[in-house]
């Protein structure tokens, strides 16, 4: 079945890289996503990568993709206190296009 | 632009009441979905919608109906509330369903069921 986790807390240092794990189990999905949610508000689009590819850099944040383990990653460079919030996995598995399975959620505090 | 937005933004129940969450979306999307938020469970499916009239079950339909008579609305309705439907309820939009289309997501309602 489809089942993403993550581990549930990371803290960091201000200016440290910050790298927050996930693995998933449906080596079909199509594309795998990092939302970020801050307090009291709903999901924002982070990044994407599409399954045939293993790494994606946008400005500070670097996402890794390990098909053969299926474990994806993020790396926010220089983390900054208002990195400070959770954030989730999600896959889109190619049989069910309209689904979004999420992970449970990372909340990274940022300490300054 | 709104965006998504979602009414209320908190309610408390008692048990057996009725209620109906409002979704709306200015953006012209075809698809919407409603989710549930609960503690270390990330979010889960409610129902969704492909476009105007038409729903669908998601992972955790039981006790929901949806409705979505407009393009732009999209209501979730409790028939008789119960404490295990306390949680965050989130509604989403997206332009086209599948990756990689963006699913924006309105702020939430924080629903109690006493």
Redesign the interface.
Known sequence: GEDVEQSLFLSVREGDSSVINCTYTDSSSTYLYWYKQEPGAGLQLLTYIFSNMDMKQDQRLTVLLNKKDKHLSLRIADTQTGDSAIYFCAETPMDSSYKLIFGSGTRLLVRP | NAG?TQTPKFRVLKTGQSMTLLCAQDMNHE?M?WYRQDP??????IH?S?GEGTT?K??VPDGYNVSRLKKQNFLLGLESAAPSQTSVY?C?SSYK????Y??Y????TRLTVT
Do not use: I, K
């Open positions: 998504v698809y979905y270390g469970m990330g979010l889960r499916l969704y492909v669908a998601g992972e989130f989403a369903a599948g990756g990689p963006e699913q997501f309105g702020p939430g």
